[in-house]
């Protein structure tokens, strides 16, 4: 535990120092969602019935570009290779990453949604669906970024076969997300679509980290 929380702290302390750009995926959203309003004409009574599905891809496509350096910056000046000579699990050094790109990539966006509750003028229903659903499904995009990731350390150009990685995995997510803030106003927390939605997560943790720690190991071997 005392080397899971520690590799978690030592990601954060990284972050902060690197000038602000763990803050790009946070810019990016903010960018997307001000241009998608602008082009689409700025009325509320037109954006209002988008705004959920402009913010999931928002959310999405912030998160995306990000995976392609979860692992490989460790890689890449030798701390993958240190942790492994260490002894310590690899999976237990993928769920700390995991935990920390959440901390620093998920939650700045979930803080940021009020704010987007004002450029869309969103209810406050809608507001708390799609709070609910980015709580629920962001630690399956996390996860599925993370088995991604893994399988492309070292590879040059690796963003691009990310994306295509990545994706076909992230669209059962997004398909189900955008339709549970809807549903959230109805039966709220117990909208099948949530349910879908803890059931996606609880799969891609499954899955997600031990074939990410898999990757790893492969690779360093």
């Known amino acids: 535990m005392h080397r899971y929380s520690g590799l978690i702290i030592r990601d954060i302390r990284i972050a902060l120092r690197s000038g602000g750009a763990w803050l790009m995926g946070l810019v990016f ?3 997307f969602l001000s241009m998608s309003a602008i082009a689409l004409g700025g009325e509320f009574k037109t954006l209002r019935p988008l705004a959920p599905a402009l913010i999931w ?6 998160l995306l570009f990000s995976f392609e350096h979860l692992f490989s910056d460790d ?7 240190h942790i492994k000579l260490s002894g310590m699990s690899m999976n237990t050094y993928v769920l700390s990453k995991v935990c920390a790109h959440w901390l620093l990539s998920v939650l700045p966006l979930m803080i940021a949604l009020p704010l987007t509750a004002l450029l869309f003028d969103l209810s406050p229903s809608i507001l ?41 995995l992230i669209i059962p997510i ?9 549903s959230f106003q109805e039966l709220g927390l117990f909208a099948l679509e949530f349910r879908a939605l803890a059931g996606i997560s609880l799969i891609a943790t499954a899955i997600g980290i031990p074939t990410a720690a898999a990757a790893l190991n492969t690779i360093m071997e």
């Open 29 to 31: 959203f903010a960018v």
């Open 128 to 168: 708390l669906g799609l709070f609910a659903s980015i709580l629920i499904a962001s630690p399956a995009l996390v996860c599925y970024g993370a088995f991604s990731g893994a399988c492309l350390v070292g590879f040059k150009g690796g963003g691009f076969l990310l994306v295509l990685l990545t994706i076909p």
């Open 75 to 81: 890689a890449a000046d030798g701390s993958l290779e």
């Open 57 to 62: 891809m928002a959310m999405v496509f912030s």
């Open 174 to 182: 997004l398909i189900f997300a955008v339709s549970s803030v809807t």
